[in-house]
């Protein structure tokens, strides 16, 4: 994935449980899990907001990932048509 020469300060880097911890009212384990997950399409392992440690566990750049969830920086996340009629409506304006 990333190699050691190319992480941030450890000051910003977190576990999962850590990064839940430290912005609840954000981030709960679950989100982070599901964005862990798909970090290939929804931007974040472009962005090195995710690295893998030589452990296996997965560590969060903090300022990163904020800003991905926040949409400071280009977020790569498809819009999802929520209803028939949002469908219609897009459907109409092209």
Do not use: C
Request: net charge positive; proline share 5%; no cysteine.
């Amino acid at each position: 994935m990333h190699t050691a020469q190319t992480l941030p300060d450890a000051a910003e880097i977190f576990s999962l449980k850590a990064l839940a911890a430290r912005h609840p009212h954000l981030l709960s384990e679950s989100r982070l899990k599901w964005a862990a997950r798909n970090r290939r399409k929804n931007g974040l392992l472009d962005r090195r907001a995710i690295y893998e440690s030589p452990t296996g566990e997965l560590l969060f750049h903090e300022p990163k990932v904020l800003e991905w969830l926040l949409g400071l920086g280009g977020r790569a996340k498809p819009r999802v048509l929520r209803t028939r009629r949002d469908a219609a409506r897009e459907a109409r304006l092209g």
